[in-house]
Each structure stands twice: as C-alpha cells, then as structure tokens.
C-alpha cells in the first residue's frame, strides 16, 4: 500500500515563494516518475510538474515554466515542487501523484497513487 503525504502549503502574497513536499511510504516509487498537479476551484484537475527516476528528467505545464522547479530525493522517498514569482492564478489544492510504469504523464489518468492535497493561496 502506498501512501503520499503533501505538505508547505499556505497562504503567500503574490511574488512570494513556497516549497511543497511529498512523502511517500509504502511501496518505493523510486524508481518510477513522480508528478504534481493542482486543482482550482471549479475548475478541473491540472498538470502542474512531472519528474522521471532519473532526476534530470523533468516536464512542465506552460503557465509555470519558469517559476516552478520539481525535485526528488529518491532515497528519502521525497519530492518537491518549488515555486517562486508565485501569482493568485496559482491558487488551488496541490496534488503529490505516483506512477507506476516509466515515462512522463501529464494526464491524471496515467497516475496510480495520490496524496490528499495541500492548499496553496496566493493573495493580490
């Protein structure tokens, strides 16, 4: 059983940063790509950042290209998602997502595992 657990979420100003994680425990996924997403409200779920087992292997959605950087801690079971030049745009609920076969994804449909999300709101 796998279970991912988000946390750093909070309330900034616009242009301020904050540094997500997500701890994996259960089954390693080490060894396999890592993904965040987020959801705004009434919107639909979205990609955000994607990682591969090998660490310089990394995918990002247009809109935070540039703001956004995702690592991981493979021997830790950790992953980060750190924003900088954050915008009220990017307030949502932050998913921690896992997959199980190689490759990237930026569809959640190709993602097996989820955390319960950390809320990220950013003021004007």
Same mark, same amino acid.
């Given at each position: 059983?796998?279970? /991912?657990? $988000?946390? #750093?979420?909070? /309330?900034?100003? +616009?242009?301020?940063?904050?540094? /997500?994680?997500?701890? +994996?425990? =259960?089954?390693?996924?080490?060894? %396999?790509?890592? =993904?965040? *997403?987020?959801? +705004?409200?009434?919107? $639909?779920?979205? *990609?955000?950042?994607? !990682?591969?087992?090998?660490?310089? !292997?990394?995918?990002? +959605?247009?809109?935070?290209? =540039?703001?956004f950087t995702i690592s991981r801690d493979s021997a830790r079971n950790m992953v980060y998602l750190q924003m900088n030049s954050l915008k009220p745009e990017d307030t949502a609920i932050y998913y921690c997502a896992g997959?199980?076969?190689?490759?990237?994804?930026?569809?959640?449909?190709?993602?097996? %595992?989820? =955390?319960? #999300?950390?809320?990220?709101?950013?003021?004007?």
């Open positions: 059983q796998v279970q /991912l657990v $988000e946390s #750093g979420g909070g /309330l900034v100003q +616009a242009g301020g940063s904050l540094r /997500l994680s997500c701890a +994996a425990s =259960g089954r390693g996924l080490a060894n %396999y790509p890592m =993904g965040w *997403f987020r959801q +705004a409200p009434g919107k $639909e779920r979205e *990609f955000v950042a994607a !990682i591969a087992w090998s660490k310089h !292997i990394t995918s990002y +959605a247009d809109s935070v290209k =540039g703001r997959r199980t076969v190689s490759g990237l994804a930026q569809s959640d449909g190709e993602y097996r %595992y989820w =955390g319960q #999300g950390t809320q990220v709101t950013v003021s004007s």
